[in-house]
C-alpha cells in the first residue's frame, strides 16, 4: 500500500498540507435517518479487509436498504488476481492502491465513473486529482476514487520494546538486539530495509526511489538489499499479509516491534492495548487506496449511493475509530474521537509529515521483478 500525486506541482507537502488532517473532537451525530431507495437490492464489494466496520455498514443498509456482500483482500496482488479470474465480473466495486494505476490500466477491467453522479467535492482535492491524472485511462474520464490514506511504518510493544530516540528505525526489524521479535511483509520490508541501508551508507542515497526508473537500474540495488536481509532473515519471527496478521502479531505471537501498517496497531492502541504506531526516521510510506469500478459491475445505481455515503464526513469519521487510518473526506476528522487526533499526533511528531515517501507508481515490470526477490529471501 505510491506517488500520490503526479506531477512537478503536487508533493507529499503539497498533498498533506490539503489534507483534513487532526481536527476538532465532537462525538458522532446520530446516524443518517432511514429512508427507502427506490434501486435497493444490494452491492457486491470487494476491498481490503478492515476498511467497511460493521458500524457503517449497518448505518448504510438501515439507511438505504441496499444489502452489502463485502469481501475482504489482504494485497493489491490478491485484488488484481480476483478480477483477472473472474474477467472483472462478481464485483461492484474494488479498492486498489493510487500507484497500481499502471497495472489496472494494462488489464483493461475497471470502467469510467459517471462523475455527476459523484460528490467529488466532499473529499480532498489533491487526492481527488489522482483519479483524473493517474487513473484517466480515457482522456478526460476518472476510474478511479479516493476512500482511505495512510502510511506504513513503524509499530511497537511499548511495553517490550522502546526505540533509540523519538523516532524508530526500519532497521529495529532486521537489529540482533530483537531477534525473533519482529515482523514485516516481505516485498515492503526489503524496500524499508533498503532505506535504512542507505541512511547507514551501504547504499547510495536515492537508491530505492532509482530502482523504479529501469529493470537494470533496479536489479544491482535490488541484489543488494536482498543479500542484506537474506543475512539476517533468522531475526524475523513473522511475515505478514494483512490487518488481523499484524494484530495478532503483536498481541499473540511474541513481536515486539514490526514495520507495519498504521490502521491495525492504532486500531489496537484505541482499544486500549499497550501498542503505538509511528513514522521511522526514514520516512513513513504513504498511499491512498481508492474505489473502482469492474467492467462487470451489475449495481451501478447501488454503487453510486455506496460512494455517496462513503463520502459523508459523519459516517467516515466514525469508521476512523474502528479501522485506524485517515479518511480523504472533508472534516471526516471532526466525526472522529478524541483518540483519532492523539493517535494521529503520536504517529507523526515533529517533521514526519513533511518527511512522508509517497511510495512511487509501479509498471508490471517493476511489480513482477520485486516478486522475484521477495521469494528469493523468502526462500532463503
Known sequence: MTKLISGSKFNRRTFLKSSAAVGGLFAMPAIISKRALASSGEINILMWSDYLPETFISAFEGATGIKVNYTGIGSNEELINKLKASKGRGFDIVSPTNNRALQWK?????????????????????????????????????????????????????????????????????????????????????????????SIGELEPGSMWKAYESEDAMRPIWDKVTAWCVARKNNIKLFWNDA????????????????????????????????????????????????????????????????????????????????????????????????????????????????????????QWYADTRTEYANRFESA
Open 106 to 198: 494494462a488489464l483493461e477491467l475497471l470502467q469510467k465513473f459517471d462523475m455527476t453522479k459523484v460528490p467529488l467535492e466532499a473529499v480532498n482535492p489533491a487526492m481527488a486529482k489522482i483519479g483524473s491524472t493517474d487513473w484517466a485511462f480515457t482522456a478526460g474520464d476518472t476510474y478511479w476514487l479516493p476512500h482511505i490514506w495512510g502510511t506504513e511504518g513503524m509499530a511497537w510493544r511499548t511495553d517490550l520494546f522502546q526505540p533509540d530516540g523519538t523516532f524508530p528505525s526500519y532497521g529495529d526489524v532486521w537489529s540482533d538486539a530483537n531477534a525473533g521479535k519482529t515482523m514485516g511483509r516481505p516485498h515492503s520490508m526489503m524496500l524499508g530495509a533498503g532505506l535504512y541501508m542507505e
Open 244 to 363: 488481523d496478521t499484524q494484530k495478532n502479531g503483536l498481541l499473540n505471537e511474541g513481536v515486539i516491534v514490526g514495520q507495519t501498517w498504521d490502521g491495525p496497531p492504532l486500531a489496537l492502541k484505541t482499544a486500549g492495548e499497550p501498542v503505538i504506531y509511528r513514522a521511522p526516521k526514514e520516512g513513513a510510506m504513504a498511499w491512498v487506496d481508492g474505489m473502482a469500478l469492474p467492467v462487470g459491475a451489475a449495481n451501478l445505481d447501488q454503487v453510486y449511493e455506496f460512494i455517496k455515503y462513503a463520502f459523508k464526513p459523519e459516517l467516515a469519521g466514525e469508521a476512523i475509530d474502528h479501522h485506524g487510518y485517515n479518511s480523504p473526506v472533508l472534516g471526516a476528522d471532526k466525526f472522529a474521537g478524541e483518540a483519532y487526533a492523539l493517535n494521529f499526533a503520536d504517529a507523526y511528531p515533529g517533521e514526519a509529515l513533511n518527511n512522508l515517501n509517497p511510495w512511487p507508481s509501479e509498471p
